[in-house]
Nanobody, 136 residues
Framework: QVQLVESGGGLVQPGGSLRLSCAAS????????IGWFRQAPGKEREGISC????????????YYADDVKGRFTISRDDAENTVYLQMNSLKPEDTAVYYC?????????????????????????WGQGTQVTVSA
C-alpha cells in the first residue's frame, strides 16, 4: 500500500522543539521531491518547507516560509525512506495539523519554491497529518 505516515506531533510549550517524521511505504522517495505543509483551524493550508533536487539558487533547492525560516529544518534520509522536519523555538502560532507530501520529480525539475507555493496541486501523495499544539 502506497502511503506517507507522519509522526512526532504533540503538545509542546512555547520555545520547545519537536521533530516530525514522515515515513514512505509502498514506493521509494528517491524519485520524489518533498514538502511539509500545515493547516491551522480556520486557515488555508500553507507550504512551510520543501526540498527539491533543483540546483538553482534562491529557494531553488530548499524553501522555508518566512514565519518558520531560521527555526525549522527540513531533511530527508533516502536510505530510511523518511522525511523529517525539525522544529525549534516553537510558537503558539505554529499550532496546526502538519502534513508531508511527495511529488514525483519533473523534467525540468521544479524549484523548492514552486513545489511549496505554486505546484501544490501536483503532489502525488499526502500523509494523513499530525497535530502540533504549542501551548503553555
Amino acid at each position: 500500500q502506497v502511503q506517507l505516515v507522519e509522526s512526532g506531533g504533540g503538545l509542546v510549550q512555547p520555545g520547545g522543539s519537536l521533530r516530525l517524521s514522515c515515513a514512505a511505504s509502498g514506493f521509494t522517495l528517491d524519485y520524489y521531491d518533498i514538502g511539509w505543509f500545515r493547516q491551522a483551524p480556520g486557515k488555508e493550508r500553507e507550504g512551510i518547507s520543501c526540498l527539491s533536487s533543483s540546483k538553482s539558487s534562491s529557494d531553488g533547492r530548499t524553501y522555508y516560509a518566512d514565519d518558520v525560516k531560521g527555526r525549522f529544518t527540513i531533511s530527508r534520509d533516502d536510505a530510511e525512506n523518511t522525511v523529517y522536519l525539525q522544529m525549534n523555538s516553537l510558537k503558539p502560532e505554529d499550532t496546526a495539523v502538519y502534513y508531508c507530501a511527495a511529488i514525483r520529480r519533473r523534467r525540468p525539475v521544479y524549484t523548492a519554491w514552486a513545489i511549496c507555493v505554486s505546484r501544490v496541486n501536483e503532489y502525488d501523495y499526502w500523509g494523513q497529518g499530525t497535530q502540533v499544539t504549542v501551548s503553555a
